[in-house]
């Protein structure tokens, strides 16, 4: 069952004593931050935050429980109608809690002074089997024809931060072996995206298939446990796109 956004805006309104309270929606579920650093969430209309000692120590008899199947415990929040409480807990727990990933910055190009592109430190170059059916896909997708060189059968497209190359398989290209369907083999790249349940959705709608279907993982990342939303999917020349809220 997902949680109903009403749950959720009292809760926001509860916690109003804080600022920089934010949120993202998680597959009908609900993220909570607190000054960039993520404390908890609402899963099924119940209020977790991570067990941190904290916590615990704030909370001695809280219950544990899970916010989703396979995901690790959590501990209950009871008394959600106590303003002054969360205020008090959401400060307690704040130092403890794993700073936020820095945004990564892209090396900027220059042009007669003027910014004319900027580009990632590794940017992938990818052979493809027809230069137009790669475009095609991954403009259905929402990537962008940075540029193109058509007499070279090659383009640069970006979404959201993430840059490929592509050109087509020609007889004079860096080809290390036999390029034969699916390319790309023991390879997934990792695409972060703003909205990973939009896109997936865009991808349904255009009835491309799924190879893995949207899921939810635990990962420890630093010491701290992060929550991965991702689903799979194979463009036209077989390699594997993975898209990931981070």
Not at 51 to 67: C, F, L, Q
Not at 105 to 111: F, G, H, S, V
Not at 176 to 201: H, M, Q
């Amino acid at each position: 069952m997902a949680s109903s956004k009403g749950y959720l805006d009292f809760i926001l309104e509860q916690l109003s004593d804080l600022e920089e309270i934010t949120y993202r929606s998680m597959m009908g579920e609900y993220i909570v931050y607190y000054r960039g650093k993520i404390l908890g969430g609402i899963y099924d209309d119940r209020f977790l935050v991570k067990p941190v000692k904290s916590a615990i120590a704030y909370m001695p008899n809280a219950k544990y429980e899970v916010p989703y199947d396979g995901a690790k415990e959590m501990l209950l929040v009871d008394d959600v109608d106590n303003k002054d409480f969360l205020t008090d807990l959401f400060n307690s727990m704040y130092d403890e809690l794993p700073a936020p990933k820095p945004k990564k910055k892209n090396n900027r190009i220059w042009i007669w002074g003027e910014v004319k592109m900027d580009f990632n430190k590794m940017i992938p170059e990818l052979s493809v089997f027809d230069i137009n059916k790669t475009k095609k896909f991954y403009s259905r997708l929402g990537f962008k024809i940075e540029y193109e060189r058509n007499d070279e059968r090659f383009v640069f497209m970006s979404f959201q931060g993430s840059q490929f190359m592509f050109e087509q398989i020609h007889d004079d290209g860096w080809n290390t072996g036999e390029l034969s369907y699916p390319l790309g083999r023991g390879i997934n790249f990792s695409i972060a995206v703003e909205d990973v349940e939009g896109i997936y959705k865009l991808v349904k709608t255009l009835n491309f298939e799924i190879y893995r279907e949207l899921t939810r993982n635990q990962y420890q990342v630093n010491g701290a446990e992060e929550t991965q939303i991702e689903f799979l999917i194979q463009d036209p020349n077989g390699y594997l796109l993975r898209f990931t809220n981070w």
